[in-house]
């Protein structure tokens, strides 16, 4: 009698794990994570005019993830970007530093993973690119647009109050001196020796040897291939068979993750901070041409960005 009451008892706290449990909290297996990673490389959300976009917090979010889940043995970032701005692209490199220390990471290249998109790749423990993939586009880029001819015919004119020599350099509104476009340069310069630096430790390469090739170009998956920018040639499938073999696996299953999206994302298949945006812009009486002037004028800062421009 006194067993059956123990044996009655085992099952009833059985089935209490089994219900306040979540079934997806329970092992199931070997797992592959496909994380997509699609857009330009940005602080923010994605740009009304330039689409979806790559942030730090995204990739820490789904990276996280992946590392807490314990049937997840391996990680596959499928890539999808022209690059961006400099320093969202550095904090996403360490995040996936951090998260390759417990488990591999391989990168798949889709179409384009240039410029930022590889700076995020180089330190993959292995990169697959597709033959006809555009990567590569070592470099970095900073713009200064000089806004003060269309200032002049549009009537307006900006009264400037500085206190620093530099201070209204990068505010579009004149011509930069001598000095200060050697500034420019300078930092430029030194953003693009961080560059190489972080392609060199990633890829087992010299800097001689990856400056050689950091000139901006773009190279084919099958260059770069040829080069030592990537491992293999093929698509998501031999990334995610690689990615099992380095985890040391057969047979996993795939997971693939999606960005959290609000309902009212998923219905209209745009981003909700730039329909805000959209909204508050048509309210004002702005056309479309002159929400795109406005977007165009309130980018003169010269934001440093491993972007391949086409």
Known sequence: MRRKKVTIVV????LLVAVLIPTSCMPAG???AVIPLSGTITAGGSSLFYGSAITPGLVREQLNRAEKDITVKAIVLRIESPGGVVA???EILVEIEKVKQTKPVVVSMGNTAASGGYYISAKADRIV????TLTGSIGVISQIPNVKGLYDKLGI?????KGGKYKDMYSGLRELTPEEKEIMQQMVDNYYEQFVETVAEGRGLSKEQVRSLATGQLYTGAEAKELGLVDELGGLDTAIDLAAELAGVTAPTVEYYKPAKSLLESLLGINLDSL????QMRLSGLSG???VLLQTLSRTY????????S
């Open 157 to 161: 004119e900006i009264q400037i109050f």
């Open 30 to 32: 070997d797992k592959i």
């Open 129 to 132: 690119a597709l033959p006809g």
């Open 276 to 279: 805000v945006y959209a909204i």
């Open 289 to 291: 041409q002159d929400i």
């Open 11 to 14: 099952l009833a706290m059985l």
């Open 302 to 309: 010269p934001e440093p960005q491993y972007l391949y421009q």
């Open 88 to 90: 969202p692209c550095q």
